[in-house]
């Protein structure tokens, strides 16, 4: 219906930063708070969509109605995310995954000592990019967190990851990106014009950005 335009739709969205093992008591992580995919979450649902939420952080109520999903590592947000995958129909990755993982974790606590220490990464599995290569009928949201060159890097991503849309941040904006609660986007969509939010609260955006995407998909 009108009134419910993701009716009937499953919606995939993950939120908050990966956090990746260094030992038991340490782990590489960054500044995402999740804000903005827990929006997602709520405007999906909303909108009369079955949302999975796959999260990294407990620091925000998990908004009612929703299947949650916590994870920690880059890891293991990928399996999480294709256990759900086929049965989906929009996936938005509105989390911060970690580009570099520790190539090894430490089963004990590593200790100090009068060296330097090498920590050696490995690169995780970019998930927008898998998601790209082996969607069928999905439609794949991905964002740009970028503090330069927005616009290239942003169309560079939707190419390269064969997304269906791309919203960027510019999160070197004082009320956009990481841990705020208001955010400023540019949506781009293959062979569309650029859509621009101004800035706005979380919850604002996301609606925004699923209305573009229910225009888009024609719902
Ligand atoms: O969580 P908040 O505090 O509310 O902040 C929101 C946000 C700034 C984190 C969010 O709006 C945002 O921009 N999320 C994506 C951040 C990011 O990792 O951007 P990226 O340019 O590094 O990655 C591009 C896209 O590929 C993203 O959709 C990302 O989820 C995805 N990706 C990246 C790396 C990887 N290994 N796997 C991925 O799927």
Redesign the pocket.
């Given at each position: 219906t009108k009134d419910l335009p993701l009716k009937g739709k499953s919606v995939i969205i993950?939120?908050?930063?990966t956090k990746e093992r260094i030992d038991p008591v340490r782990f590489i992580t960054?500044?995402?708070?999740?804000?903005?995919?827990?929006?997602l979450a709520k405007a999906a649902r909303n909108l009369g969509a079955q949302v999975t939420l796959i999260s990294t952080t407990n620091q925000l109520p998990i908004p009612f109605g929703v299947a949650f999903v916590p994870v920690q590592s880059?890891a293991e947000m990928?399996k999480a995310v294709f256990a759900k995958f086929n049965d989906s129909d929009i996936v938005i990755?509105?989390?911060?995954?970690?580009?570099y993982r520790p190539k090894t974790e430490a089963a004990y606590k590593i200790k100090k000592t009068n060296e330097d220490l090498t920590l050696i990464l490995e690169?995780?599995?970019?998930?927008?990019?898998?998601?790209g290569k082996e969607k069928k009928h999905q439609f794949l949201?991905?964002?740009?967190?970028?503090t330069n060159d927005v616009e290239t890097?942003a169309k560079d991503?939707l190419a390269r990851?064969n997304a269906n849309m791309?919203?960027a941040?510019d999160?070197s904006q004082a009320n956009?990106?990481?841990?705020?609660d208001t955010?400023e986007?540019i949506i781009y969509q293959p062979q569309l014009d650029p859509i621009h939010i101004s800035v706005r609260s979380?919850d604002a955006v996301a609606e925004e950005i699923l209305h573009a995407a229910i225009n888009t998909l024609n719902l």
């Open positions: 993950t939120a908050g930063g960054n500044d995402s708070s999740g804000k903005m995919g827990y929006s880059a990928e990755m509105a989390a911060a995954v970690s580009d690169k995780t599995t970019d998930i927008l990019a898998r998601l949201i991905g964002f740009a967190a970028e890097y991503k990851k791309i919203v941040n999160v956009a990106g990481f841990n705020k955010n986007v979380k």
